[in-house]
């Protein structure tokens, strides 16, 4: 168990529709990412917080978005969805800053049907 | 365009012998490498790193190489047990100039170790 916390489990909707993933980081961790893969895909950096301020931007679409809130746990909004964003999304948190080592929550299966 | 590489989706051993699983990357500015283990399920779980000032870490049965002229990081397991049976993810990170630092991952290598 890494003690990063992730719901839910599963996820399916349908194209068109809007879906919140949630995140909460270890004890102690104030840097939260978010890593998308897709089937036979490694794991795409989407976007990272630091203290509740966005530090990095990766491969994120516009439809999407994420924030970090004062307790650290984040979201990641998905909207608009498409059948190509079925797949599986990490979270991962750090201490933050220097050289990092991120551990990830179970994930979270989106299904786009 | 990938900045790391793993070159072999997948690789079988017998139990008991060395599983050498390989990665290359691109970026000279990468000083941290990361071995992650994934099982189906699960989220990936951190293995073993290296910083770029070293050419050797070790951690029981596991050993990471870095060769920086080469661009390339292995790692090795010795003795393979079935319970390795896994996904490897080779990830990197540099500093970019700012206080970032950002995990990137190659795409996995599926190791099999057969009893």
């Known amino acids: 168990d890494s003690g990063v916390t992730q719901t839910p489990k599963h996820l399916i909707t349908a194209t068109g529709q809007r879906v919140t993933l949630r995140c909460s980081p270890r004890?102690?961790?104030?840097?939260v990412y978010w890593y998308q893969q897709s089937l036979d895909q490694g794991l795409q950096f989407l976007i990272q917080?630091?203290?509740?301020?966005?530090?990095a931007k990766g491969n994120i679409l516009e439809r999407f978005s994420a924030q970090q809130f004062p307790d650290l746990h984040s979201e990641l909004n998905l909207s608009s969805l498409e059948l190509g964003d079925s797949a599986l999304y990490f979270c991962?948190?750090?201490?933050?800053?220097?050289?990092?080592?991120?551990?990830f929550g179970p994930g979270t299966r989106l299904t786009v049907l | 365009d990938q900045q790391v590489k793993q070159n072999s989706p997948s690789l079988s051993v017998q139990e008991g012998r060395i599983s050498i699983l390989n990665c290359d990357y691109t970026?000279?500015?990468?000083?941290?490498f990361l071995w992650y283990k994934k099982y189906p399920a699960e989220g990936p779980t951190f293995l073993i790193s290296?910083?770029?000032?070293?050419d050797k870490n070790e951690d029981g049965r596991f050993t990471v190489f870095l060769n920086k002229s080469a661009k390339h990081l292995s790692l090795h397991i010795v003795p393979s047990q079935p319970g390795d049976s896994a996904v490897y993810f080779c990830?990197?990170?540099?500093?970019?100039?700012?206080?970032?630092?950002?995990?990137?991952f190659g795409t996995g290598t599926l190791l099999a170790v057969q009893p």
């Open positions: 970026n000279s500015m990468f000083d941290y």
């Open positions: 004890s102690g961790d104030l840097s």
């Open positions: 991962a948190s750090s201490v933050g800053g220097g050289l990092i080592t991120l551990f």
């Open positions: 290296i910083s770029s000032i070293k």
């Open positions: 917080y630091y203290n509740g301020e966005e530090r």
């Open positions: 990830a990197a990170s540099g500093n970019y100039g700012g206080a970032t630092n950002k995990l990137i």
